[in-house]
């Protein structure tokens, strides 16, 4: 069974950057057909991509978020932090042996 | 503009059975996987089911496997997910998302339906 793990929570000043990691295992991220997407959930929202295939941002994302892989971790960095991205960041990513999806377990960001 | 919406939720005994909804608009629905994923409340996010775009391939997570049926009608751009044997911990609010053909994300979301197993 793949487990994604992330820090629990996050936090930091506006204007800042902060990175928040995404450790997996040779099964799933460090697969290299596994490609690793992370979303954001406001408050009281629907989850929203904010990366796909590890580094690149749908239209209408700001370049203030980035993407990376390395081996069988992932982090996503968000530069200029303002106080409407606090909410949570989940990575993301498919497990080609046992073809299931598994979302890590959360990131919980707070911009002091 | 790309539109995903839930129904069919509410509450549910344990044991019963629930059948979910997902009505799409402003994307060739035929063309894209698509997935649910649950998120039980204040807890984060969890896949649950996937399948392909003609409907014959199929995926479910361990927590839903054999309870589970997801499938698609392409003639009215609908995704169902028929839940049986509903237990407390399925509780939690269902979203469908769509997923991009060779792809692993989900691009859409919709702004998901409230299932609650309770006696």
């Known amino acids: 069974q793949s487990v994604l793990t992330q820090p629990p929570s996050l936090s930091a000043t506006p204007g800042r950057k902060v990175t928040i990691s995404c450790s997996g295992s040779s099964s799933d991220i460090g697969n290299r057909n596994s490609f690793v997407s992370w979303y954001q959930q406001l408050p009281g929202t629907a989850p929203k991509l904010l990366i796909y295939d590890n580094d690149k941002r749908p239209s209408g994302i700001p370049d203030r978020f980035s993407g990376s892989k390395s081996g069988t971790s992932a982090t996503l960095a968000i530069t200029g932090l303002q106080t409407g991205d606090e909410g949570d960041y989940y990575c993301e990513t498919w497990d080609h042996n046992l073809n299931v999806g598994f979302f890590g377990g959360g990131t919980k960001l707070t911009v002091l | 503009d790309v539109q995903l919406v839930e129904s069919g939720g509410g509450l549910v005994m344990p044991g019963g059975s629930l059948r979910l909804s997902c009505a799409t608009s402003g994307f060739t629905f035929s063309t894209y996987s698509m997935n649910w994923v649950r998120q039980a409340p204040g807890k984060g996010l969890e896949w649950v089911s996937s399948l392909t775009p003609s409907g014959r391939s199929t995926y479910y997570a361990d927590s839903v496997r054999g309870r589970f049926t997801i499938s698609r009608d392409n003639a009215k751009n609908s995704l169902d997910l028929q839940m049986n044997s509903l237990r407390a911990e399925d509780t939690a609010i269902y979203y469908c998302?769509?997923?991009?053909?060779?792809?692993?994300?989900?691009?859409?979301w919709g702004q998901g339906t409230l299932v609650t197993v309770s006696s």
């Open positions: 998302a769509r997923e991009p053909l060779g792809h692993q994300d989900l691009d859409y």
